[in-house]
């Protein structure tokens, strides 16, 4: 009947037969033989009980060297088929380390599922027990030991030196911490490994898109070479007086020449056609630019000139209030009464001029500097109190600029930029706002 595993764990394993107490101060080392063990060894010789010389059995091992010998000698896919083939439940789903305890606990009987480790680690490793079996004496065995480990071939010479007739303690040790010691170096290499892996797959991506982009290069490359050669094959065909489906060079070796001079001319001139058109591109972008920039800064001098053309036409209407001796001269033609007007911004030297010119259209004079010594808290009580706001962009810093714009939206209050600090944008203003407010008065 096929053993199940969780039966052995529950009931325990057989117990072993006596150790010898030479060998069992060391807890690696040999079980004594099994007498019922009968079966034939790798040689076809009979069990223990006629001839004594003969190859360890697994479960006749210490369980110390159990776990060693089946992580080493067996791989995880043998290991699992030897147990689906004893029909141990769930061997076919458990974890690799429940699987490996499972094949340890296995080892350490004959009779539920050794004998099966035993035929497949010796099926596994026929040819090194082969090799092994040669070797009369220890020293034999060392030398082929010693062999195996500067080549690498460790999990079979493992298993054929463990059960090796002239195996003895020291030797059994001795494999064993060479063994034990080659798992750390492994598990240090394989980290290692594992990081190496991790930059080679980043280098990998990177080379496998350099290599598609160059790909790409040659391939438009040759498309544009052939699309050339197939241009000037044309050409020579038609200058040659022939259809390009008749004209074959190899007719003909002189005419051959002919046509490679003829070629190669043509991409000399081809070569220079291009250098100059390229050239003469370039410089049409760069004129193209300039004239970009030179049509956008007579486009802003234009309109300049139009604002410009505008205040000398206002302040000409107006010139002759001024003349008059009485206040009341420039208030009959721009009629302010009652307005508050903030002016911010300015130099400083004009803001008496700027007033008498606001107080003269009968309007009430507000200023602020726009934070140059007065406080910018204070713009919000001043735009509060005046039903226009005026501001140069020519005098004022930007901050104060958005500050406005922000105030006078919540305020519901009109503002309008001067284009700059002069008396005449400020006339031309006073007269757009006058003229405003007889509109609004008359509807």
């Known amino acids: 009947m096929a053993p199940n595993i969780s039966h052995i764990l529950s009931t325990g394993l057989p117990r072993p037969a006596p150790i010898d107490a030479r060998l069992a101060r060391s807890g690696l080392i040999l079980r004594e033989a099994d007498p019922r063990d009968s079966e034939p060894d790798e040689r076809g010789q009979d069990g223990p009980s006629t001839h004594p010389a003969r190859r360890t059995r697994i479960w006749e091992f210490g369980c110390s060297l159990h776990c060693s010998i089946i992580g080493t000698c067996l791989t995880t896919a043998e290991l699992r088929h030897v147990l689906l083939k004893l029909k141990v439940e769930s061997a076919d789903a458990v974890s690799d380390h429940e699987l490996h305890a499972m094949g340890v606990m296995l080892a350490g009987s004959r009779e539920n599922g050794a004998r099966f480790l035993q035929k497949a680690l010796d099926r596994r490793h026929r040819a090194a027990i082969t090799r092994f079996s040669r070797a009369k004496d220890p020293a034999a065995v060392v030398a082929l030991w010693e062999e195996a480990l500067k080549q690498g071939d460790i999990p079979g010479a493992y298993w054929a030196v463990l059960t090796h007739p002239a195996t003895a303690e020291d030797l059994v040790k001795r494999v064993f911490g060479d063994v034990h010691m080659l798992s750390h170096l492994m598990g240090a290499a394989n980290r290692a490994d594992i990081r190496r892996f991790c930059q080679l797959e980043q280098e990998n991506v990177a080379l496998a898109a350099k290599v598609e982009r160059q790909q790409r290069q040659l391939r438009d490359g040759f498309t544009a070479r052939d699309h050339t050669i197939r241009h000037l094959t044309e050409m020579v065909a038609f200058h040659a007086g022939e259809r390009p489906e008749q004209a074959d060079p190899r007719a003909n070796p002189e005419h051959a020449d002919t046509t490679d001079n003829l070629i190669r001319g043509l991409n000399s001139k081809l070569s220079r056609e291009s250098a100059r058109r390229e050239r003469s591109e370039q410089r049409a972008e760069e004129l193209a630019a300039t004239l970009k920039a030179k049509e956008s800064a007579l486009e802003a001098s234009r309109r300049q000139r ?112 001067l284009r700059t600090a002069s008396l005449a944008c400020l006339l031309s203003a006073l007269v757009r706002i006058a003229t405003c407010r007889q509109g609004v008065a008359a509807e």
């Open 306 to 417: 139009d604002a410009t053309l505008r205040e000398l036409k206002t302040v000409e209407a107006h010139l002759a209030a001024f003349g008059q001796a009485e206040a009341g001269g420039l208030r009959n033609t721009v009629d302010l009464s009652g307005v508050t007007i903030l002016y911010v911004g300015g130099r400083a030297h004009q803001v008496p001029q700027l007033k008498g010119l606001i107080e003269r259209v009968g309007a009430r004079f507000l200023h602020h500097d726009g934070g140059i010594e007065h406080s910018s808290g204070l713009l919000g009580g001043a735009v509060s109190r005046a039903d226009h706001v005026l501001f140069p962009i020519d005098c004022i810093s930007h901050d104060a600029v958005t500050t406005i714009k922000r105030l006078c939206r919540l305020a519901g209050k009109d503002y309008e930029p």
